[in-house]
């Protein structure tokens, strides 16, 4: 049974839609843009962000508040703001070189997709780029809102009630981060770092990261937890192997 749009929700996303042109349109990109795809060098920096600490118990999402999430997951899912691997090593940290990335660079065409699917959206935490497309899929029988919370950017909240249903976003303006969240389901959230070049990564299954294409130098690479935190580090990149460095996060 599809979820029914609370007065005051459809009056917010009205509010919300005065807002919404300007992310639905790409914006200009300097004329002295690198290329889409630019390589500044072959330097490489990689590693892990490890979680130091005891490991807290999973929080589970009680989902029978509305019955399409319920079906998709009758057990619930656990909350996603602290994902530990076996090892202690964190997914979701989003690392990114802060200075000396050689510029803006042009967005790629392909689009970053974001689909909401058991009331969860997938993936947690992405990085984008300014003006590349960012696709955010409905995969569940029921209404969501996408609504974002920014400073750098424009907001933006608009409803998707139809399974299979897409719609594309773009954002204007560097921001770390960009909250996405659902105020049907207010579980539901996601992160989205907005860069002007591609060196960014986000950890996964290893919690490990790795960004390439770099030129030989300086950098200032930070990691970037939703509950954590940032941590920042400096690190020198050379052409002959890659650069590592380890973030640890204490809890």
Sequence with gaps: MMTRVKPALAALM??????????????EIPAD???AGTSLGSGTIEGRAVFLGD????????MRSDSACHRKRPDGAGRENLVLNPDKSLRNVLVHVVGGAG?????PESPVVL?????????HVVGIQVGQPLTIVNSDPTLHNVHSVSKANKPFNFGMAVEGQKSTRYF???EVTVKLKCDVHPWMSSYVGVFSHPFFAVTGDAGGFAIDGLAAGEYVVEAWHE????IRKTVTVTADQPASVNFEFSG
Excluded: K, R
Aim: glycine content about 6%.
């Design 172 to 174: 204007h303006a560097e």
């Design 227 to 230: 509950s954590l935190g940032p």
């Design 33 to 35: 843009a690198l290329p």
């Design 55 to 62: 490991v807290p118990e999973a929080e589970m999402i009680d």
């Design 103 to 107: 510029g803006f660079f042009a967005p």
């Design 115 to 123: 689909d909401q699917q058991g009331c969860v959206y997938q993936p």
């Design 14 to 27: 009205l509010l919300a839609a005065a807002c919404a042109t300007e992310s639905e349109t790409p914006p």
